[in-house]
């Protein structure tokens, strides 16, 4: 009967994951980390880097975590985490988010979802992996920003038609002033949404605006 309960489906290989987290220890494995980091923004690279592409369109947000490849169990596990947050998805991310080097911000904060979303989904994503840092590291958990422009859900439209889309897209909800912040997203994909937060939090008084998010990043 116990057994029926907390029967767990491995995200990863659909088969029964005993070490009591959402992927078996097997999937854990093939989770994939990006080898390298950009020296000077962070971004993730396939090679050792003193710049990357990513440096120079990156105007308001400071340095970027991106620790996760967006391939395997964990394209899944953002998927699911809405529903298996109930049970062990605090878990399962305090298990892959390293904080070591996230430490030291006044605030964590999440980049807002889509307030038609909100309704649909149970769980941002985002909100889960900022509470779970913020747990962690000891820092405070705050929203500091809301969407206030209905936009295009983002992966429909052209590269260049994104940063457009999303531009105004936010306001702020409280004071930042001199705040160190690091915001979370669960993955990034062309980074103009993320651009536009820290652009906002930035010419609302912030004094640095990191980014973290659990996947993303060049796929090569
Ligand atoms: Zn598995
Ligand atoms: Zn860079």
Do not use: W
């Not at 710049?51 to 395997?72: L, N, V």
């Amino acid at each position: 009967m116990l057994n029926e309960i907390f029967y767990q489906k491995c995200l990863g290989c659909g088969l029964r994951s005993d070490n009591n987290s959402p992927v078996c220890i097997d999937c854990m494995q093939d989770i994939e980390k990006h080898p390298y980091a950009c020296e000077s923004c962070g971004y993730p690279s396939s090679l050792q880097v003193k710049i990357c592409g990513k440096c120079s369109s990156a105007i308001f947000r400071d340095r970027i975590f991106i620790p996760y490849k967006y391939q395997g169990p964990i394209k899944k596990l953002i998927k699911e985490i809405k529903f298996l947050y109930r049970a062990s998805g605090r878990s399962i991310l305090h298990e892959l988010i390293d904080t070591n080097t996230l430490i030291g911000y006044d605030v964590i904060t999440d980049v807002p979802s889509h307030f038609t979303r909100k309704i649909r989904r149970l769980k941002h994503p985002a909100t889960d992996i900022a509470k779970s840092i913020a747990s962690s590291t000891g820092a405070r958990y705050d929203v500091l920003l809301a969407r206030v422009k209905k936009t295009e859900y983002q992966y429909k439209l052209k590269r260049r038609q994104r940063a457009f889309n999303v531009k105004g897209a936010f306001t702020i909800k409280t004071d930042v002033t001199g705040l160190k912040i690091l915001l979370v997203d669960d993955i990034i994909t062309t980074g103009s949404t993320i651009e536009e937060c820290s652009r906002t939090l930035k010419r609302s008084g912030a004094s640095i605006v990191d980014v973290f998010a659990l996947t993303g990043g060049s796929t090569k």
